[in-house]
C-alpha cells in the first residue's frame, strides 16, 4: 500500500532562513506526491504535484520539492522563510482511482521575527 | 470559477437535530469528496463520488448521508450526531479523466455538535 511519512510535528525557522519539510513515501509503482499548504481555519490548498515529468517541482509562494527515488523522499524547500509561511503542511500520496490521497501526519511550521 | 464554496461556515447542531451541509464548485470537476478533520489531524477521506454516483465509502456511520444532486453540488446530511463527530468538514473536487489531478479545497465547515 502506498502511504507518507512526515516525522517530526513541528518545525521553527526564522524569518529569511532556509525552510525543509520532510515526507518520505513508500510505493511499489512510481508515486503521484503532492504538497498541500493548511492556513488557520481554512482549507487545503497546493503547493505543487509531482507527476514523474520532472525531478524538481517548483510550487507556489516559492516552494519547490525534489523527487528522489533512491532515497523515495520528496522533501519540500524554501530558500527564504516568511513569516506569512507560518501554517501545517501536508504530503500525500495518490493512492487509487478517483485521484483519492493518503495524507500524511502533517508537519506545523512556524516562523520567527 | 477556480474555487470550491461551502456553507455554513460554522454549525452548531445538538444531538438530535437535522443539519445539512453544502458544498458547490463550478469547475466542471466530475469528482467531489468529503473530508473530515479533527484539530492537529490531516483530512480524512469520507465519501467520494465519480460522475454523480458513490463510488467510495469509507465505511462511515449511517448518521452521515452524502448525496450528490448534480455535477456541481454536493451535500452532506446529518443526523443524530454524536459530540465526538464535532470537527472542520471539508469539501473537495477535482477533474476526472486520463492524468493525475489535484483536489481543490473549500474552506470547510466548522460543526460543533452539543
Known amino acids: 500500500a502506498q502511504s507518507v511519512t512526515q516525522l517530526g510535528s513541528h518545525v521553527s525557522v526564522s524569518e529569511g532562513a532556509l525552510v525543509l519539510l520532510r515526507c518520505n513515501y513508500s510505493s511499489s509503482v512510481p508515486p503521484y506526491l503532492f504538497w498541500y499548504v493548511q492556513y488557520p481555519n481554512q482549507g487545503l490548498q497546493l503547493l505543487l504535484k509531482?507527476?514523474?515529468?520532472?525531478?524538481l517541482v517548483k510550487g507556489i509562494n516559492g516552494f519547490e520539492a525534489e523527487f528522489k527515488k533512491s532515497e523515495t523522499s520528496f522533501h519540500l524547500t524554501k530558500p527564504s522563510a516568511h513569516m506569512s509561511d507560518a501554517a501545517e503542511y501536508f504530503c500525500?500520496?495518490?493512492?487509487?482511482?478517483?485521484?483519492?490521497?493518503?495524507f500524511g501526519k502533517g508537519i506545523t511550521l512556524s516562523v520567527r521575527p | 470559477d477556480t474555487e470550491v464554496t461551502q456553507t455554513p461556515k460554522h454549525l452548531v447542531m445538538g444531538m438530535t437535530n437535522k443539519k445539512s451541509l453544502k458544498c458547490e464548485q463550478h469547475?466542471?470537476?466530475?469528482?467531489m469528496y468529503w473530508y473530515k478533520q479533527k484539530a492537529k489531524k490531516p483530512p480524512e477521506l469520507m465519501f467520494v463520488?465519480?460522475?454523480?454516483?458513490?463510488?467510495i465509502n469509507e465505511s462511515v456511520p449511517s448518521r452521515f448521508s452524502p448525496e450528490c444532486p448534480n455535477s456541481s453540488l454536493l451535500n452532506l446530511h446529518l443526523h443524530a450526531l454524536q459530540p465526538e463527530d464535532s470537527a472542520l468538514y471539508l469539501c473537495?473536487?477535482?477533474?476526472?479523466?486520463?492524468?493525475?489531478?489535484?483536489?481543490?479545497f473549500g474552506p470547510g465547515t466548522r460543526l460543533t455538535v452539543t
Open positions: 509531482y507527476t514523474s515529468a520532472a525531478t
Open positions: 469547475m466542471g470537476h466530475r469528482a
Open positions: 473537495a473536487s477535482s477533474p476526472q479523466g486520463q492524468g493525475i489531478y489535484e483536489q481543490y
Open positions: 500525500a500520496v495518490e493512492t487509487g482511482a478517483n485521484s483519492k490521497l493518503t
Open positions: 463520488y465519480s460522475y454523480e454516483k458513490l463510488s
